[in-house]
């Protein structure tokens, strides 16, 4: 009895690896990114805040999506996280996963952001 249930749990979790698959890549690069006003004359000298992340997804149960995930939220999240307003050095990346039903989708955002208009500093995001 104790084999036959350690079978039936073998086959149970091989399936459900089978049935769950997932994937990140990398989509692209950017020298500058905005998507406010920098003013271009204030961003030589305007302070920076290194590797700041900003992300948006969605989530898919059967074949319906629940929202979409759009680059620009995740530049707005990024610029919004440290009050900055334009983006430089910016890696573009994709994450998603499926199990059984329900899949999830990321598009991320990786950059060093700056403040052109000079009046608030950038500070460092939340952890």
């Known amino acids: ?11 149970g979790v091989l399936a459900l690896g089978l049935l769950s ?9 950017l020298a500058l990114v905005s998507t406010k006003t920098p003013q ?13 992340r900003g992300y948006d997804s969605r989530t898919w149960f059967l074949f319906i999506p629940f929202g979409d995930a759009k680059y620009a ?9 440290v009050q900055g307003d334009f983006m430089t050095n910016v890696q ?21 952001v700056g403040n052109s208009r000079g009046g608030q500093t950038p500070t460092e995001p939340k952890k």
């Open 73 to 81: 939220d995740a530049i707005d999240n990024a610029l919004t996280s």
């Open 1 to 11: 009895m104790r084999q036959r249930l350690a079978v039936v749990a073998l086959v």
């Open 21 to 29: 698959a997932g994937c990140g890549s990398r989509a692209g690069q």
């Open 92 to 112: 573009f990346r994709t994450y998603w996963w499926s199990l059984l039903l329900v899949s999830y989708f990321e598009v991320q955002v990786v950059g060093d």
């Open 40 to 52: 271009f004359e204030g961003m030589a000298n305007a302070p920076m805040v290194n590797h700041v």
